[in-house]
């Protein structure tokens, strides 16, 4: 016998209490229908669809229940308020999240009715009252928004902007086709794919430099693409997106791409092509490179200029420069082509060759004070298994690999050859591990590049260099060079070589700025040889152009030219089915504009999600998995073969194990990751290997998400750790969390997104506004990395004082307010107009200069920057931040405002920044100031300046 109606709405009601809103809502929707005539089924209803955030259902249920109420005498006045209360709220939800739309609306009778008011019914429809102007034109309103919202910085900014410039790579070459590397296969079969997905195949790398991954992703695409069916060729299209935030490394990389074009335009001419190949290896790994081969690089330096200059720009059909990049692309080449002055002799002087094993054990000795004790163990536990190994395989030699072992004499029986590796086990597995890590011996011409300092020229341009044959063969034998040979080397490569010129930058290689030497050069200490033997990888695992071995002479450049051949003959073989796209910008600030639809300079047509992502370890200095899951794995198609993936190269040793690296950036454990945030971890092993996210199908259904209380938990820890941040050990264990307050309100967007209801997310941010925030979570004051065993740690329930914040909030909010997918509740005084915020500049002088020194912590080029506004003394204020955040009462409220982000920062010379103009208006009355300090010593670093010194320079919404 089917049950009633009371039965049915009594089980709903236990179900809800217990929090299971969506089993609750299926029992109230059956009551509603076996009785249609009792109000309280669909107002039940209504309230279970609620809180599941189904506000358009709900506006239904609160209809239909409003339709019955007024067909009855007992008209139930509660029940007449709560759906009141309810439909309010539910309209404000749906409107701003897009469930109802502007016709809903209109269509939809008036639920006006005599019911007493109270003050929450008054403010729920005041609240839809404010909202209901945005019914004409909420979708083009929201968009522009959003596009503003993703301008506004994301990162806390270093006190000096000047950036590290890495020209040279060292990661081995990663064919994003078949996965992460050699070692980390992720294969994509393009022949599995269907044929509509052929045509969008987009790749981005992040943190792009020398652009190897670049060119052997071309290279894998040809070779797929010629095992594909004419019909699937035919839809063919691949575009991959260079990135870096850095100008020089993307001009290095265009100039390297079009060496590679003029050698697909030079294919008839043999002494051109070697010519062109040799600049591309001079350019690509050396230090110093012959006249001939400058003279090509400086002639596609001036080529370029010109090309950048011209409108529209002129560059090879499959090549294209964004707008946006090409001014501060010009800045490096016309410092390349006009005004660089570095002599060989003196770059030659800084220069010097490290071995692959010197590298190493600097690598290992700089590690090692300060490491983490699980790291310790992790490089222990992975010594243990590669002499594991070594010693399996010493005991189980075959006679005929025995006998090719190079501690075996000729002749030794086999029996006395087992006896010695018995006898000398461990010897043998140390001096086997040894040579595992340094690799074999040094080439002949890594012999000569010890010596000389250059790379070999190739046999048929060498003729061109007097004395380097001779030389050459003299070193083959095994013979002393004599001073004169010396003298006469050294005298023509002084005279006829060149600086590679693409190794420096405007800023790092300039004394005052603190990066390379000091002395206007860049470390050139380098192991030259590591990104050739990389070069050899790749060529020996795709068979390109036969093994170049070892021992060959010039092995740099037969290695190279048989690599940029086919990369050469790629992009040859893909024409008009390949683009690639130089892009210059942050990582997270470019994707942003990307999603929210501002980067209007990127043609339309092309692609704003991606097949794959490889980040480098860009992660590691813009807050780790919380920035990818946040502005990476939301610009990923939602395919299977979709992911994104990083390595950790920045702070390897400051990590005791991988769930730590996980939980110090996104406050989680990585179980917990796809719970929150949406996606799904694939690899998880960044600390020794890889680290890589995928996407998941959104909205996911909110059973398989936090619960309420532990999102406003976790929000909490995330804001409050925002705002007082812990401190990061000395280099190289210092661990980077530069998200700013503007990263909390893009994580609300995205986790409305994942699935989580408007109306949770907005009373959260309520409280944060209002400043009524009570909780018994408190930030990590202590080193990073973060600790697990933080997330569970409580303190005494307080209220804790935002109010120093509100003015940063404002900026967030007044930019962002019509993008919201969910109601915001502004305080009073709070702007809602991107044009009500201003931006202001201010000449700047430092209390002291910074220095970048990895035994101190007072780098200026550390995300520790924050503003303050002020009335009172600053040293109090900045000093008393913790404990303000803690509930002190003084300094009072309205005495001063922080701000996490800068629009620009040099504490040397200026700063800008977002404030509301009647705010700063307000603060000229009363004459503020403004400093900047740091946030891990609590140090002023500039001296105050007045605000009758601030300049206005024009709208929050430009």
Known sequence: MPEGAPILKEKGNVLFKAGKMADAAQLYAKAEKADQNDPVYPSNLSAALFEVGDYAG????????????????????????RLSIRLAKA?????????????????????????????????????????????????????????NFSRLPILIKNLDPTREYYSIGQDEFINILEGWGPSEPF????????????????????????????????????????????????????????????????????????????????????????????????????????????????????????????????????LHVVSDSIPVLLETIDY????????????????????????????????????????????????DAQRASISKTLTSLSDSQLREMQFVPPGTSMKDAREFIKDNHDMLVDFMLERMRDGDNASLEEEWYDEIKVFLPPPELRKRHPGFEDAFKRMKKGDELSDATRNKLDDHIEKEWKTNVTLFDLKNCDPRWGWGNDNGY????????????????????????????????????????????????????????????????????????????????????????????????????????????????????????????????????????????THNYTLLHPDDISRYLGCRIVRKEAIMDIFSLAPLSLPRPLAGLASREELVAWLTRILLNTLVPGRGKPRPHNVRMPHSVSTLFRLLIHLHRVGFPG?????????????????????????????????????????????PWQAEFENIVAVGYY??????????????????????????????????????????????????????????????????????????????????????????????????????????????????????????ATIPVPVSKWVYMGSGDA
């Not at 709900?58 to 308020?81: M, T």
């Open 91 to 147: 309209l404000c939800h749906g409107f701003r999240s897009g469930a109802i739309s502007a016709d809903a609306v209109h269509a939809n009778p008036s639920t006006s009715s005599n019911v007493a008011s109270t003050e929450e019914l008054a403010h729920v429809w005041q609240e839809w009252k404010q909202m209901r102007p945005e019914l004409a034109d909420r979708e083009a309103k929201a968009r522009a928004s959003l596009a």
């Open 819 to 940: 993008g919201f997918p969910f109601p915001v509740s502004l305080p009073p005084d709070f702007a809602r107009e991107a044009s009500d915020i201003g931006v202001y500049e201010a000449v700047v002088h430092e209390t002291r200069i910074f220095k970048n020194a990895s035994m101190f912590d007072d780098s200026p080029f550390e995300p520790i920057s924050n503003l303050l506004f002020y009335r009172a003394n600053p040293s109090n204020i900045i000093q008393s931040i913790p404990s303000v955040l803690e509930g002190r009462a003084t300094p009072a409220p309205g005495t001063f405002f922080i701000l996490t982000t800068q629009e620009f920062m040099d504490y040397r010379t200026r700063i800008r920044w977002r404030m509301s103009k009647r705010r700063v208006e307000k603060m000229k009355e009363e004459k503020w100031s403004m400093v900047a300090f740091r946030t891990d010593t609590n140090d002023q």
């Open 522 to 661: 860049p470390l050139l200490r380098l192991d030259v040889f590591a990104p050739i033997g990389m070069v050899e990888q790749f060529n020996n695992h795709l068979h390109l152009g036969g093994k170049a071995p070892k021992e060959a002479e010039d092995r740099a450049f037969r290695s190279c030219a048989v690599f940029f051949d086919a990369v050469a003959d790629a992009i040859k073989g893909l024409s008009g089915r390949l683009t690639l796209e130089i892009l210059v910008g942050g990582l997270s600030e470019e994707l942003a504009k990307m999603k929210f639809g501002a980067d209007q300079a990127r043609p339309s047509e092309f692609p704003r999600e991606f097949t794959r992502m490889w980040l480098s370890n860009v992660p590691d200095y813009v807050h780790g998995p919380m920035n990818m899951a946040l502005y990476v794995v939301p610009s990923l198609q939602n395919e299977p073969e979709a992911a994104a993936a990083c390595n950790c190269l920045l702070n390897t040793g400051a990590w005791n194990n991988d769930d730590e690296f």
């Open 336 to 383: 390349w082509a006009l005004r660089i002055n570095k002599p060989t002799w003196r770059t030659l002087q800084e220069h010097s060759n490290m071995s692959h094993r010197e590298q190493r054990r600097s690598s290992e000795a700089s590690v090692l004070p300060g490491m983490a004790p699980g790291f310790a163990n992790m490089i222990a536990g992975r010594e």
């Open 58 to 81: 709900c506006v239904n249920a609160v209809l239909r229940s409003w339709k019955l109420l007024r067909s009855r005498l007992d008209k139930k006045p509660d029940l007449i308020l």
């Open 759 to 803: 109306h949770w997310l907005s009373e959260f941010v309520g409280r944060v506004l209002s400043g009524s925030l009570v909780t018994d979570i408190a930030p990590y004051r202590a080193l990073y990395p973060i600790p697990l065993s933080d997330f569970t740690r409580r303190v005494p329930r307080r209220r804790v004082r935002l109010d």
């Open 187 to 318: 294969p994509m079969k393009l022949d599995a794919l269907p044929v509509s997905r052929l045509s969008s195949l987009a790749f981005f790398y992040g943190g792009v430099g020398d652009a190897r991954h670049t060119y052997a992703t071309v290279v894998g695409l040809h070779r797929a693409f010629r095992a594909l069916s004419k019909p699937k060729q035919t839809r063919f299209r691949a575009h991959i997106t260079l990135n870096d935030v850095h100008p020089a490394v993307l001009a290095r990389d265009l100039c390297i791409l079009m060496l590679l074009n003029e050698l697909i335009e030079s294919k008839n001419s043999t002494e051109a092509q070697i010519e062109i190949k040799a600049a591309l290896m001079y350019t690509f790994a050396g230090v110093v490179m012959p006249s001939y081969c400058y003279d090509r690089l400086h002639r596609v330096i001036r080529d370029l200029h010109a090309r950048l200059s011209e409108t529209p720009v002129r560059l090879p059909a499959w």
